[in-house]
């Protein structure tokens, strides 16, 4: 599944820099994000500006980029001409396949040239751009993942190369767009409820699974993703059809519901960033806490662990994770 | 005899652990393709792992657990760990026995590591966090944060070094007795409980009259660790400038309040000639040191790196005094490539500074550590922030070669890294090169050279334990994962030879 999807910020944080939007030189601070993302190209209120050392910026310093956060809260996403909905609300397995970021610029004041350029996060910025509408594509290649892309912001970078020129910009119609891919599987979880950690769960499917690198066990809890992984190295078993592993110990979600996601082909000893994101399914987790410090006791057969429905209590004994060997290939 | 006619049995001469390394066909016919929770005894066996059992014996054991240190305090061999609330905060506790636990003695918003050394039973601190640069997760001091220091008894960490005293003293002279006559500009040095002194404070100049001694009201008092104030002094000056903080100080022998609470010191009698012990290096030093990611020692002076301000900055402090660093002197700066230092680490007297993938070094000339030579060691070859071996219970590195967890692997480093084929984990290298490089930050690495096993805590957040009972090299190493229904985040050892681990309930 794909589409497309458009970001217009409706109370964009600046994370970075900052701006004055007032006629009269000498009003500082409060900073009209309407303005940017007016549908107008007509006679500009006279900015907004950045502000670095008032009437003067330092070039190239840092302190020159406006960046501007996306709410992981509020609807500012909208996929395929919907209305907006939030980060939290994306569909599980939606992926940035691509996305740049457009607005229209004008000058006013003195300085006429047109040094400033368009930034996601700070490594990804374009060269100096022209006036009116303007656009910066992501690099193909290097999209991060969802959140990363949310939080890291979006923004722009006013490059004056005359130290002293007022940086009086009108900036509108701003708005980051791009298409999008929702990944899922035809896999089946044979148990989605009541999965507590250190369970042998199964994932099965027709084929496909020996490709599954690693899998995410996520959720989003506030704006915070929780994120663990198990490696394919660290599965129990894992075929073309079938894959086991210990569900891992998990940071109890509000909703006791987390998703799981399949990382494709990234083993091989690589690093090779990860086809992100194959939507597996959703489970119901029962959080158990056997946190806490422990000390390996030789000669001991058993796990002893605190208990986790009462931290207070006798410890409680349990098996120690199937010990396991497989020889390599005996003629 | 085989049991199937005309077939030879196949003599499995020992069992060497885990092989990843190429696809499973090549896996050597005594090692194993997949293996987990596998313990090696003696040279040619193995057994499933030994268990654990809980550490704490107290009604509330401490849960959530991110980080464990070995803190050898003067009287006991304990732990300090870091543990996340439910609400964000990062604690740290200091757990003195079974049954005793002290703390939280520090609490920080968003703290999710920290460094530590100790330091004369005194623990040093430094709060730390994840960062991320684009695709790209590393470690830095927490912004806003300090280095803190706690006494090992229970009382709450306090913000190391500390401001001068502020106000001014009064000095007029005292009963007969004898200075050199003349003009000179007098001050006050608070020495907190942990033995910093402040830069000088209450600047007052006075002229002093040779048959009479010097008196002095109006002393201020400091914050509430200090336990003394010294008094310091310039020699006569001939032509005073009016600045009063310009001059050359020295400590004036037997010229102490010891308290913080008097606020004079009556009849005190020099001469310039008695003035030896410079007290001018405790004008630049910093008064709240930055909180880095990296916390070590080297000929006896503190060593802080990677702060969040600066990511690629050194502290190092005067030796014997580790809270006193200049902000001047006291600083290097490692080539700045982008990358934070993830590591600073002392071998056979030379200073190794780490990155990801570089490694540097810098040698004690007697001077000030700014002037200190830099020697490029590797420009490939790096670690992370708790990527070198501490020793059995010591919370220390080896003295003559160090076990580093690298992008390659885990090597053995005794001034040079080795060729590739000798890296401990070539056996394993799919496995460990597998692993996320963002999460190296999770990966914790001890020795334990009585049972000779290494224990490595991993991104996963299972224990990779290398046994070497039959020789530490990359050929008789042998490897297993061992995993747990809880993750395992953090391991230590404590009394000599207990491995202890630390887990929490997921990210």
């Not at chain 2, 070995?70 to 543990?83: F, G, M, R, V």
């Amino acid at each position: 599944m794909s589409g497309t999807f458009i970001i217009t910020p409706d109370s964009g944080t600046v994370t970075s820099g900052s701006v004055e939007n007032n006629t009269a030189l000498g009003v500082y601070g409060s900073f009209v994000l309407a303005t940017i993302f007016s549908s107008s190209t007509g006679v500009p209120p006279p900015f907004p500006r950045i502000l670095q050392g008032r009437n003067t910026i330092t070039p190239n310093t840092g302190t020159d980029i406006l960046r501007l956060g996306f709410s992981l809260t509020g609807n500012v996403i909208a996929l395929d001409g919907n209305a907006a909905i939030s980060f939290a609300g994306l569909p599980a397995g939606f992926n940035i396949t691509s996305a740049k970021i457009a607005c229209y610029f004008d000058n006013s004041a003195s300085d006429a040239t047109n040094h400033f350029d368009l930034t996601f996060d700070p490594s990804i910025i374009s060269s100096d751009l022209g006036l009116t509408n303007q656009s910066f594509q992501y690099p193909s290649n290097e999209i991060p993942n969802p959140l990363l892309f949310f939080t890291q912001g979006c923004g722009f970078h006013v490059d004056n190369t005359t130290i002293g020129h007022q940086t009086s910009r009108w900036i509108s119609k701003w708005a980051v767009s791009g298409t999008y891919s929702i990944l899922t599987s035809s896999w089946t979880l044979p148990v989605t409820s009541n999965v507590v950690m250190g369970q042998k769960f199964t994932i099965n499917g027709a084929s496909g699974l020996s490709l599954v690198s690693r899998i995410h066990v996520q959720a989003l809890v506030g704006t915070t993703l929780h994120d663990n992984v198990v490696y394919a190295q660290d599965f129990i078993s894992q075929t073309d059809t079938q894959i086991v592993f210990w569900f891992p110990a998990f940071n109890n979600p509000n909703s006791g519901t987390v998703t799981l996601l399949a990382d494709m082909n990234a083993n091989n000893a690589t690093q090779t960033p990860p086809q992100n994101g194959v939507l597996i399914g959703t489970v119901s987790i029962i959080f158990n806490d056997s946190s806490g410090l422990y000390v390996l006791t030789t000669g001991q057969a058993f796990d002893n662990v605190y208990n986790p429905n009462n931290r207070a209590a006798a410890a409680t004994p349990v098996n120690i994770l199937d010990p396991t060997v497989e020889f390599g290939f005996i003629p | 005899m085989s049991p199937v006619r005309d077939h030879q049995g196949v003599v499995i001469p020992g069992f060497n652990g885990l092989w990843k390394r190429g696809n499973d066909d090549t896996c050597p016919i005594d090692h194993f393709s997949n293996c987990v929770n596998i313990d090696f005894v003696g040279e040619a066996s193995f057994r499933t792992r030994p268990g654990i059992g809980i550490s704490q014996s107290v009604s509330g054991p401490v849960s959530n657990i991110r980080r464990i240190y070995n803190y050898p305090t003067q009287t006991a061999n304990t732990i300090l760990l870091l543990a996340i609330d439910s609400s964000g905060n990062g604690n740290i506790y200091h757990i003195v026995n079974s049954t005793t636990v002290y703390g939280p003695i520090l609490t920080v918003a968003g703290m999710t590591d920290f460094a530590f050394v100790p330091y004369a039973g005194r623990a040093y601190i430094s709060p730390f966090t994840d960062y991320t640069n684009g695709a790209l997760t590393f470690q830095s001091g927490m912004s806003g944060q300090n280095l803190q220091v706690y006494a090992g008894d229970g009382t709450a960490a306090q913000q190391a070094a500390g401001s001068a005293l502020s106000g001014t003293i009064t000095p007029a002279n005292g009963a007969a007795g004898h200075t050199d006559a003349g003009l000179k500009v007098f001050a006050f040095v608070s020495q907190t409980k942990f033995g910093y002194n402040a830069p000088p404070g209450g600047n007052a100049s006075f002229t002093t009259s040779a048959g009479s001694s010097v008196s002095f009201t109006g002393v201020p008092t400091g914050a509430s660790n200090v336990v003394k104030r010294l008094l310091v002094a310039t020699k006569t000056i001939q032509n005073f400038n009016g600045d009063l903080n310009g001059y050359q100080f020295f400590f004036v022998p037997n010229a102490v309040i010891n308290d913080n609470t008097t606020t004079t010191l009556s009849n005190i009698s020099f001469y310039d000639a008695d003035l030896l012990s410079d007290a001018s290096h405790l004008i630049n030093n910093y008064t709240a040191i930055p909180a880095g990611s990296t916390l070590g020692m080297y000929h006896n002076r503190l060593v802080l790196a990677c702060t969040n301000a600066n990511i690629s900055l050194i502290l190092v402090s005067a030796p014997g005094e580790p809270e006193a660093i200049d902000q001047i002197a006291g600083i290097i700066v490692v080539p700045l490539d982008g990358n934070p230092i993830t590591n600073a680490q002392e071998m056979r007297d030379i200073l190794y500074a780490f990155k990801r993938s570089q490694t540097v070094s810098y040698s004690d000339n007697d001077g000030y550590p700014s002037s200190w030579p830099l020697v490029p060691v590797d420009p490939s070859v790096g670690t992370c922030p708790h990527g070198i071996a501490t020793v059995l219970d010591s919370g220390k590195a080896s003295v003559d070669s160090l076990l580093i967890a690298t992008y390659r692997g885990i090597e053995q480093f005794n001034g040079k890294y080795p060729i590739p084929q000798q890296i401990l984990t070539w056996k394993i290298d799919n496995y460990w090169k597998n692993l996320d490089r963002n999460g190296y930050g999770k990966i914790q690495l001890i020795n334990n050279p009585i049972e000779r096993k290494l224990y490595c805590t991993l991104p996963s957040r299972l224990l990779l334990v290398g046994d070497y009972q039959n020789g530490l090299d990359y050929k008789n190493i042998r490897w297993c994962p061992w995993n747990f229904s809880q993750g395992v985040n953090a391991v230590a050892i404590q009394n000599t030879d207990d491995v202890i681990i630390g887990s929490d309930i997921g990210f």
